[in-house]
């Protein structure tokens, strides 16, 4: 399959807005389980208020937030597709740019020294273009994630001692949600990542962070730990925008990497209530919203 970079555009212009107006699937059943389960009087009127907000959106054909993010485009290719990178990269930066164009979307993205903005939701190095391969043939897909600031700026990085073991990893995430409190409008997905480099563990932590709810960590030890953390925030009392309740989080999501015999990183970083984000699937046969 010859990949055509109009059409990459095209679909990239179409994620931001969908990613900005329609919440996936999975955080709508989120927001069901949050509310059986929720006991306390103001928290159940805190995610009652949030689910009417996500219908009404969607109803008058509007953003979920103000704030429409750090566009990151995550691009996966599968077998037998032939394309051109840096045209693939031109033709998703296009496509940001227009969306924000011709929808009107407020830009957040502003050059870090000066604070200029484009007005494009594009800059220096954003948008966030991941490349990753798999083994689907003739199969391009592109996931597009507006990240808020609210959320990103729960963002943090120990190198922790290897000696303080596992132990020092769950203090730190769980010490990380205390004190970020209501400030991450939850209920949020707590994402951490544990091991590799300053780099990856960082990066592992907004994957965990961003994937789909009800998903688990390949890893069974990082499925354990999630297990257990998603249990431990939910029984901190912090609750929706921190007013109090069990529904401080959907859940704590984890992503491993092997790292060095005298590290350990471990890295938090927090996706909002408004967890935003579209995909769609090319294919010989078409496009493929979801």
Not at 182 to 198: E, N, Y
Not at 222 to 243: T, Y
Not at 263 to 282: E, L
């Amino acid at each position: 399959m010859q990949l055509d970079t109009h059409e990459v555009e095209e679909v990239c212009k179409d994620l931001y807005v969908r990613a900005l107006k329609i919440l996936p699937p999975d955080i709508k059943a989120g927001f069901a389980r949050l509310q059986q389960a929720e006991t306390h009087k103001i928290g159940q009127t805190i995610l009652g208020t949030m689910v009417e907000n996500i219908a009404v959106a969607e109803r008058t054909n509007n953003i979920l937030c103000q704030d429409t993010g750090i566009p990151i485009y995550n691009v996966t290719f599968g077998r037998d597709v032939s394309f051109d990178g840096a045209e693939v990269t031109r033709a998703i930066r296009r496509g940001c740019e227009r969306a924000t164009k011709e929808h009107s979307l407020r830009s957040s993205v502003v050059h870090p020294i000066t604070r200029v903005n484009e007005q494009t939701s594009c800059g220096i190095r954003v948008p966030i273009i991941h490349y990753d391969f798999d083994d689907r043939e003739e199969t391009v897909e592109i996931e597009m994630i507006p990240k808020g600031s609210g959320s990103e700026n729960g963002s943090f990085l120990q190198m922790l001692i290897p000696a303080d073991g596992i132990k020092a990893v769950k203090r730190f995430v769980i010490d990380r949600v205390i004190e970020l409190g209501g400030r991450v409008c939850p209920p949020t997905i707590v994402g951490v990542g544990i091991g590799g480099t300053s780099d990856l563990c960082m990066h592992l932590a907004k994957i965990a962070a961003t994937r789909p709810l009800r998903s688990q960590c390949s890893d069974p030890e990082g499925a354990k730990i999630e297990a257990e953390l998603s249990q431990a925030v939910n029984e901190l009392g912090i609750g929706a925008q921190g007013l109090g309740g069990r529904s401080t989080s959907f859940a704590v999501h984890v992503e491993v990497a092997a790292t060095h015999i005298t590290q350990n990183p471990v890295a938090v970083n927090i996706q909002c209530h408004s967890a935003r984000r579209a995909r769609a699937t090319i294919t010989p046969g078409g496009i493929h919203f979801s």
